[in-house]
């Protein structure tokens, strides 16, 4: 059985820094496309940065670009998303994922596999 499970999500003021991590079983996570997503309320769940298992390359929504850093630790079959330079705008409901065949920036990936979320809010 697959799980995810994240952690790290909280309060910070804009300007402050966050790390995100997940932690995976059920399966290995350097066998599979992996990324992290966010929503906001009445929006669609989009891509914030992906990582591919044939590489190793990484790659990011404009929007996070040079702020967010998305790594992970084969050793403890965990990903994490630094995030650093808070914006108000940042502030979302984050998930981790799995996937088999690919990830997507930007916008919508139907991904194997979620994590439930953590909640992460930007405000003075």
């Known amino acids: 059985q697959v799980q995810l499970v994240e952690s790290g999500g909280g309060l910070v003021q804009p300007g402050g820094s966050l790390r995100l991590s997940c932690v995976a079983s059920?399966?290995?996570?350097?066998?599979?496309?992996i990324g992290w997503f966010r929503q906001v309320p009445g929006k669609e769940r989009e891509g914030v940065s992906c990582i591919s298992p044939r590489d190793g390359s990484t790659w990011y929504a404009d929007s996070v670009r040079g702020r967010f850093t998305f790594s992970r630790t084969n050793a403890k079959n965990t990903m994490y998303l630094q995030m650093n330079s808070l914006k108000p705008e940042d502030t979302a409901v984050y998930y981790c994922?799995?996937?088999?065949?690919?990830?997507?920036?930007?916008?919508?990936?139907?991904?194997?596999?979620w994590g439930e979320g953590t909640l992460v809010t930007v405000s003075s």
């Open positions: 059920g399966l290995t996570l350097d066998n599979y496309y």
């Open positions: 994922a799995v996937d088999g065949n690919g990830c997507q920036v930007g916008y919508y990936y139907p991904m194997d596999y």
